[in-house]
T-cell receptor, first 114, second 117 residues
Framework: LAKTTQPISMDSYEGQEVNITCSHNNIATNDYITWYQQFPSQGPRFIIQGYKTKVTNEVASLFIPADRKSSTLSLPRVSLSDTAVYYCLVGDKAIKAAGNKLTFGGGTRVLVKP | EAGVTQFPSHSVIEKGQTVTLRCDPISGHDNLYWYRRVMGKEIKFLLHFVKESKQDESGMPNNRFLAERTGGTYSTLKVQPAELEDSGVYFC???????????????FGEGSWLTVV
């Protein structure tokens, strides 16, 4: 299983860019990197997913270097509502199926201050 | 499009009782997963259905837990008899069948919060 390591917590201020780096040294060739956001009392919410280089959507950007041993989630101009726990996950291929079994770590608690 | 829905959202039961949690995945999603987070722990995988078949149940903690997905639509997770350590939040998730390269992302429900007293 590819284990991920990410900061336990980060503080930021409204309007700033937040970058969360995740290490996954044992990532397998077929594994994708996925980031989820979770608010208190809610289920994890998909943010972005990538395999290599850079991926951008309306919410965030994901930077993945060539060796894929790490990835960085970038949240541009955060607001108070971006305060949440952010999980970096590396999907494990389920045996005999094309679904992914996700392995959650502790996540990074991001606190956005006014 | 409706998301993954779970019922009940909250449940309080006594030790030794039975609780059944229900999950309705997103329409068209063949993959259905159960995860849970017990107090102070990380979110852990329980099992994975592909349609009505159990593909991977390596995360099920013991035989007090029974998951079913008859007909390949909704799923139930029954805990019988419930113990104090079963308290936590149980998440259901679903995805389309296929690898991530085809856009197969996993979507979670809001969770069923279980308290065993």
């Amino acid at each position: 299983l590819a284990k991920t390591t990410q900061p336990i917590s980060m503080d930021s201020y409204e309007g700033q860019e937040v970058n969360i780096t995740c290490s996954h040294n044992n990532i397998a060739t077929n594994d994708y990197i996925t980031w989820y956001q979770q608010f208190p009392s809610q289920g994890p919410r998909f943010i972005i997913q990538g395999y290599k280089t850079k991926v951008t959507n309306e919410v965030a950007s994901l930077f993945i270097p060539a060796d894929r041993k790490s990835s960085t989630l970038s949240l541009p101009r955060v607001s108070l509502s971006d305060t949440a726990v952010y999980y970096c996950l590396v999907g494990d291929k389920a045996i005999k199926a094309a679904g992914n079994k996700l392995t959650f770590g502790g996540g990074t608690r991001v606190l956005v201050k006014p | 499009e409706a998301g993954v829905t779970q019922f009940p959202s909250h449940s309080v039961i006594e030790k030794g009782q039975t609780v059944t949690l229900r999950c309705d995945p997103i329409s068209g999603h063949d993959n259905l997963y159960w995860y849970r987070r017990v107090m102070g722990k990380e979110i852990k995988f329980l099992l994975h259905f592909v349609k009505e078949s159990k593909q991977d149940e390596s995360g099920m903690p013991n035989n007090r837990f029974l998951a079913e997905r008859t007909g390949g639509t909704y799923s139930t997770l029954k805990v019988q008899p419930a113990e104090l350590e079963d308290s936590g939040v149980y998440f259901c998730a679903s995805s389309r069948f296929g690898p991530p390269s085809s856009g197969n992302t996993i979507y979670f429900g809001e969770g069923s919060w279980l308290t065993v007293v």
